[in-house]
């Protein structure tokens, strides 16, 4: 009997109140995204990382398809989890905020800005009944003023800043280990260091270059540069996460 | 089968009333207000002090970004408790009542016509289908021709003028604490410290700088100030508020 | 059982008859009304009383801010009880239909005319779909023509005009109280006090000047006045509706 | 579980068949008319006479604002029973098509025409899906090319055309009082008179002049008019329906 | 639980399909039809007979306002049976579509296209959602090119011509009965004659003019005509069909 | 219970997903097309012969008023099966298509593009809410660049080209008839002789004339051309068709 | 108990999230394309090899009307498992993209851009209530570029990139098949084998030409081709998947 009153509890279409004052579409909207293999972003001073676990679900994809990191203007980047044809909307979403902002203002759109943009719109999706909430956690990276910014997006269309934050699978283990390691005085390179040994949790702390994305905006340049394989590898390697027996023959 | 009748009860989109002329969803929405962390608003002859609480939920978290308390116009600040991104959407439609006003009629929106504003938009989502009530509480307070002028506006859409008030967790202790406390004589300094003594009872009589929100509109400048974290720091000093053990190693 | 199908029956959003020919939503939104505190309305040959009940929840709410009776036009006013917010949309069309009326006729809106504009949008909200009834019930007071009318509405958006009457809690004894103690020759002070004496049925016999709200419109000034708290105090003096105990000390 | 299924059946908005080809809610609709009291209509070769229980529910009420008996043209009245909201409605939709008859042809509409404009209208109400019928049925009685007309409206649409008839309270009983004592050569006076006592059967054969509107149109003048007090009160008297004891002391 | 489900089953707005492929709403609109008293059309090489049981539910009905057959252009009748008011809305449809035909093309609207026309308008009404399907069947007569034609129509939306054919109450009695005794050569007023004897079959071989409804299309004059209520008496009495008494008395 | 269950699943508006992957609206649809007579199409050299089994309900329909084949264009027709009301719109649209293309492009429309533009219509009745699929099969047969082309139409909306098809009663045993006598050297005669026997199987081998439809497009005149009831007799007689005792006394 | 909450579970229309996070409605629809025959897509460095198994139902159904490969520019082809109309319409999206592109830019649509247009449209219908989703998969292969793109898009909306993929019926073993026999060196014609012995696996590892389609597109030409049933049957025959005895007699 609980089990047919909550299949028709979620069944309905519209967002709306349970007793205790909770949404329950967008809790459930919030698991769709701890379903998605995990994201990290790091802040340091010199810039942004933003990492991505695309573990490929067959060696006849291309890795290249999984895209978890999405340039969204020079300047920003956006990583995602959760359902992956929602995020693909979000970031069209920021990617037409950005052009609009240059093109009003001839100036590249802030940071915080473009988070609060996406998160009203994701907010609409929770209240306004006729469509369901997106359900996808989005990671919004860039350098604002000279200075680097990370913003977190989640299914009720709230904004949080972020020194370093990790969203989808095992975020409570990813976190702990991001709290436990970061630090404010972190160089890019230890940032990159950082968010992929964070990102290996989820992977019995061992990552291939194809099976994870990265990409940093530097605070001099401000610039969203996404790594090459070879770059990836080298990091892996620096840090000790190769796969113990990467061989072909496997 | 208590537990599926309930189940359907708030699971239909549509705000009506019960057989005892209660409207449920605007009722579940005040639980969302009460699952907030707490924000109170006092008024003094000298001007309004809102304080809000903002606990975070991680030391990676930047404290700015939780933001509880807006500025809304160079006269008027307003203050949550509940859901985050329904708060955002009510004093985005603040600051835009605001601006026409300045724009239609040259001169500051009036801190009752701004609130009454707030609460009729509020209400239409209580009675016309499709989506839902607003989650959230407002404080709004500013100074409207010299005289400082303290509103609240619930989930159902009616605005109330109040000398000191407290919203979200707590409230009836908090409330409380304002009674007991509260006198029309306070100067700005002495509601500044009256509020983070309330909005402390959430949080065993202990706060930082970086948990708590605190503006203030003084009568005089009419202008909204939010205080920086060294001012806070002083006024929980004064207030003997500092947590027992606050140190870098914990 | 019983419970379920009822929890059901009025949790649909539209307004449609039920088998013995009533409209549930229409009766459920009587009973917000009689959740409202009581409103009094008393039609003497000198003019108009409208009196309102508003004990305040707390000390610190601003008495002045629950407000119960709203000048509409320069001759007419309105009393409320039920949803608050409900009322205020109700009384802000009201006000628009006074004003277009003067516009278009260069005079006055007559207060029959007022209240079946009134009447007719409540309506509307209990016929068509997409949004439920208004839960709010008016005493609509003015001259008209050198002459005082009363006029009460309900939420199925029927109008009545009365000599004396009273809505909101414990009406049947406060309407019983009315019909014992009203005569057609009531100067406009005995009305005020029939009224304050009305509205104290539901205090224990007992009002300050804070806790009600009193306004008249007379006829021969055809001016909405609302009674200054010293007028009121005096009136309650000379009923005998003081506290027994009335001590700032208490 | 029988009280359920009823519960729902009549719970949802669209009017449409049962298994047995019946409208549900066109039905409710009409028992929401046997709620009402009485109206009757009765067309003598002199004219119409319509005439209408409005007994009144408090002393203080004003009888005339229970409007049962409404001019719609000069040459046409309209009695009502059921929910009252309802009638102004159809009442207005009525004036206003005479309004248009006579903008767009320069004479009287024509009472056919006006009925099914009427009845027209109603119709849509219980086809199309977003509202309720409406909850009313109605007398339209007038003058056309100098021949008095009667028609019923009920809540399904359909018009019918009468000698005499009572619609609201007690219908069977009242309908059965008038094909016992109508006859087609009543003069205009005797019509008040039958109309009067068939009223009066609702009434255990007491009338007060307070309590009943009637209104004539004649054949000659074809001018809608309706009876004083003092001319009810003499028809009263004349027909043996005063109260057995009307007094004040009473 | 059967009631229950059935119960549920017409209670939702669209027609869509059963399990086994039919249309629940659409048949239990044919149930409303059979609600209706009947009405019969006969084809003769000399014209279209229609004609149409009208017992009215009281002595003080006027029989004229029972309308069962309705002139719907100079060359064209229809005749309906079941929902009145629904009866009406195609009616008038028909006669716009006539007359668009008119003033379009300068020439009568042929009966078969007529009727298209009207069964087009029908299938709308049980295929989109938002409103009930119609509640009536209608035979639709008329010369069309010197030649009668008699379409039926029915709450689906299709269109059937036939010699003679029967709607509304006890359809297969009075159906067989035309099988049994018509013949292509019937004269038009033989027609007649077959007509009011199966109609008769309803009302235990007994009618009275006053209780049914005849019309006429002749193939030559190409003209819609109602009998006059002497000429149907005198049909009636040629049939052997008046009450065995009918007396004032009874 | 699980008669309750099923009725509710189809009582839903919206055509949508079961767990397995099916379209249960469009799968009842496919059961609507079953209760229809069957219609038989064949594809020559010499050209398309459509058959069409419409055996009246009555002896007085006029046989000729069930259309089971449709002139469309003048080298297209199109033969239904299902629910007739439907058919006709389905038919209308292809009429109108057909204009379309003849006066935007000078020249007949393609059959291939002619049936994709009636299925893309039909599957927007499967996919988009507030409506519900169409109840009918369509065989759409002409003259393509000189070649004969037979198409169907399910409910789907999914468009199949044939040889030889049957759609409506007795599918499979009629489809069986075609499989075991269908050559791709059938004279247009010889194709006419197998539709009329494949029709035949749901007729106990019998048919009349007035029983059926048959109409052939020809590859070399490329007009399309309903047999007359003399012609069918000829080819009913030439198969041994006719009813064993087909006599007027019967 | 189960399968009446599972009824209900999907037979609401709009698609949300259940509470572990999932989109029901977008699973079923992935199970519409299990219930479809299988197609294959391969990337080899000469091209793109599109494969599509087209068992007919009947001997008498055209092979050619079962399209599961379309030509969508001269450089893109689509091939298509699941609900065949949903393809269409998502084919016909597809075209109307790549014709505007040439317009608008001048040149051949990207692949990677063409995919993500038609992903978008495809979410819309997961998120949007109104609509059901697509019940299909996609395969678009092209050139872009000089280089071969290989795209899937699913029902959620999500688009992925392969070197070969299958969709469709027995979709984990034709993957694995795949994966066994894939190499990065393949030429067209070996890949062409490939896809060949792949769909054969759903086949008893047999096919005929009739009963399979295969278009290539190739990196030099960039043109989509179809392969012709005498080019199909000699890569049959050079890969032994002919069928044991493929005689007429059978």
Do not use: C
């Not at 933003?50 to 994809?61: E, F, Y």
């Not at 719109?121 to 956690?137: D, K, L, S």
Request: glycine share 8%.
């Amino acid at each position: 009997m609980q089990g047919q009153a909550q299949q028709q509890a979620y069944d309905r279409g519209i967002t709306i109140f349970s007793p205790d004052g909770r949404l329950y579409q967008v809790e459930y909207a919030r698991e769709a995204v701890k379903r998605g293999t995990a994201s990290v972003g790091i802040r340091t001073p010199d810039g942004i990382v933003l990492a991505a676990d695309k573990r490929s679900r067959s060696p006849l994809m291309e890795p290249t398809s999984v895209e978890k990191i999405h340039k969204t203007d020079d300047h920003v980047g956006i990583a995602s989890a959760g359902h992956v044809a929602d995020a693909r909307q979000l970031i069209d979403f920021a990617r037409r905020q950005a052009q609009v902002n240059r093109l009003r203002y001839g100036e590249p759109v802030g940071i915080e800005t473009l988070t609060k943009n996406v998160t009203d719109n994701i907010q609409q999706y929770t209240q306004v009944g006729g469509a369901r909430p997106f359900g996808v956690a989005l990671l919004i990276g860039g350098i604002e003023d000279g200075s680097p910014r990370l913003y977190e997006t989640d299914p009720s269309g709230t904004p949080y800043e972020w020194k370093a934050v990790s969203i989808g699978a095992d975020r409570s283990d990813l976190q702990e280990h991001l709290e436990e390691n970061y630090t404010e005085e972190l160089s890019l390179d230890e940032g990159v260091g950082l968010a992929l040994r964070t990102i290996a949790i989820s992977n019995d702390d061992e990552l291939t270059a194809a099976g994870v994305d990265v990409a940093t905006v530097a605070s001099d340049t401000e610039e969203f540069i996404e790594l090459t394989n070879d770059e990836i590898s080298a990091y892996i390697a620096d840090n000790d996460l190769e796969p113990a027996e990467e061989t072909d023959s496997e």
